[in-house]
């Protein structure tokens, strides 16, 4: 009925026939093993798949031992049978060699971007594991963009005396490794040693101490130095020591805590150089409460609090809760200089005010008040904090008395009037590199005449800056909560004679959390199984640990 489908039917009939009667090894087209034959070791497969083990490596802060680890080599034959992992050796050596060379090409690349001022943190770290010290080196900056970008620049060994001689000799070599000129640096900011701040000012480097360490010394002079709160804190410790010691008091104050239908928690233990862990304790005691008075009543407890002591638990609390918000705030990546003033202002009203909460420690609250003012004193005179303020859309000049309103007004308009001279200056260089130099006027001619009318209009930069200025002040403040490098992400056409500083001045941090953030994951490096580790692998490990992010959003 269908003579041409039967012909094409009839014909492929013959050609599976024809294929049933081939022999088998003409159709392979693979042995099984080529198909498992392992990757070349330079291909781009082999190469790839390394290059993503050493990040997982580096940035989990595990040796490179684990690449023969068995359990860590079937999983990853698991995933592709061909990958074959190369040795610890290779991957300690070339592998995180050539890894850290493509991560600080990247920083370098991103500083080079961006002509903006640099805000530098540093500080010295000693480990417990290995007679070694580093000092460390740590960039932050904002870019064209309006986005804050930070970058770890050094971890480097510091073998010499902790002088400021020494410190100097350190900072210049490093600053000389990145090529960032004096005059790119911001700020430094660092801790409240004296080595430190005599360093910045032999290297002729801005600086500023880190508020965190400042405020720790604050709350140390004006509260826990105190005999009522330092008897406090020792019956404290003993408390939680007693069931730190012993693993049956804990299992049974636990049986406690589950009969008062109670969440099962564990004590927070203090640390003397760190004051808010001191307030976790008092915080995690006041919560057992009742627990601990039910343990004591069937079990033996080394101390224990009167009724007072109790009390005078919850008003230290109190006091203590500004300042625990505040260090909290300041630690975090976004904090800077621009936090400083209005917080310290806060903190002061606080501890100024009259409270119920006061029965009992109003001698204390004032001695805090007094040691705050003290060591946070002439923080309004410091440009590096009021100039920051003033350009942040969160404060602007709310914070300040009307003097020091129109100083630091002057100040910042000084300031720009000094930048739109040095871009008049540079701009002729700039632009017209490839063309003859202007011929100069012969004095007492018209042209020189004309050219003094040109000079003339200079200081209309000033009128410029200063109208913008008038401007932004003017304008309603934007909440607390809200990003100021958004806004001027936002309006920076708005106000462009005032965003260069702005990107300098928000550039700064408040703390030196940066540096203690680094030398927490270098505990976490040079450990005690790795505790031979060299300084320079230590340093290599901890760049790219803390850099690779940079190069993987690029990706």
């Known amino acids: 009925m269908h003579p041409e489908e039967h012909v094409e039917f009839k014909k492929r009939s013959a050609e ?28 781009e497969k082999a190469r790839g798949g390394t290059r993503r083990v050493l990040e997982f490596i580096v940035m989990s802060d595990l040796p490179f031992n684990i690449v023969e680890n068995p359990a860590f080599q079937r999983l990853l034959t698991y995933f592709d049978p061909r990958y074959r992992l190369p040795g610890h050796t290779y991957c300690g050596e070339t592998g995180l060699s050539e890894l850290h060379r493509d991560v600080r090409s990247r920083v370098e690349s991103l500083l080079m971007e961006s002509s903006s001022s640099i805000s530098l943190t540093t500080d010295i770290w000693s480990s417990d594991v290995s007679p070694m010290s580093l000092l460390s080196l740590t960039a932050q900056w904002i870019d064209p963009n309006f986005k804050l970008r930070a970058a770890v620049l050094h971890a480097q060994e510091f073998r010499e005396s902790h002088s400021a001689a020494a410190l100097v000799t350190k900072y210049e070599n490093m600053l000389q490794t990145w090529q960032i000129p004096r005059e790119r640096v911001h700020v430094v900011l660092r801790d409240n040693a004296a080595n430190m701040a005599k360093a910045m000012r032999e290297g002729g480097l801005p600086t500023l101490p880190c508020m965190a360490h400042t405020l720790q010394l604050a709350i140390h002079d004006g509260l826990l130095a105190q005999r009522m709160i330092t008897d406090i804190l020792a019956t404290g410790r003993r408390i939680i020591g007693h069931f730190k010691r012993s693993p049956q008091a804990y299992c049974a104050f636990h049986d406690v805590q589950q009969q008062l239908g109670q969440n099962v928690k564990k004590f927070q233990q203090d640390v003397t150089t760190r004051w808010n862990s001191s307030f976790y304790m008092l915080q995690s005691l006041l919560e057992q409460k009742r627990a601990l008075a039910a343990y004591g009543a069937e079990h033996e407890v080394p101390a224990s609090f009167s009724a007072n002591q109790w009390g005078l638990i919850e008003h230290i609390i109190t006091i203590l809760e500004p300042f625990e918000e505040l260090t909290r705030a300041i630690s975090s990546s976004t904090a800077s200089a621009a936090d400083v003033i209005p917080s310290v202002l806060a903190l002061k009203r606080f501890l100024s005010r009259d409270a119920p909460s006061d029965r009992g420690v109003m001698t204390a609250k004032a001695e805090l008040l007094r040691a705050v003012t003290r060591r946070f004193d002439g923080i309004e005179d410091e440009p590096l904090y009021s100039l920051a ?51 100069k006027a012969r004095l007492g001619s018209l042209s020189s005449m004309l050219g003094e009318i040109m000079q003339e209009e200079r200081p209309q930069k000033a009128t410029t800056a200063m109208s913008q200025l008038n401007l932004y002040l003017s304008e309603p403040v934007i909440l607390q909560d809200a990003d100021p490098l958004a806004y001027w992400r936002a309006n920076q056409d708005r106000f462009s004679a005032l965003t260069t500083a702005a990107r300098a001045y928000l550039s700064a941090p408040c703390t030196s959390v940066d540096s203690e953030r680094l030398f927490s994951t270098a505990s976490n490096i040079l450990d005690a199984q790795r505790s031979r580790l060299s300084a320079r692998k230590v340093e290599m490990l901890l760049f790219v640990r803390k850099n690779l992010p940079l190069m993987l959003e690029k990706a």
């Open 16 to 43: 599976k026939e024809k294929e049933k009667q081939t022999p088998k090894r003409m159709l392979k087209q693979t042995t099984l093993d080529s198909a498992a034959r392992p990757y070349s070791r330079d291909s």
């Open 389 to 439: 303020t003033l350009l942040d859309p969160r404060y602007k000049d709310r914070c300040y008395s009307a003097e020091l309103k129109a100083h630091t007004r002057e100040q910042l308009l000084e300031l720009l009037d000094a930048q739109s001279v040095a871009d008049e200056v540079q701009r002729p260089e700039a632009s017209n590199a490839d063309e003859p130099a202007e011929k």
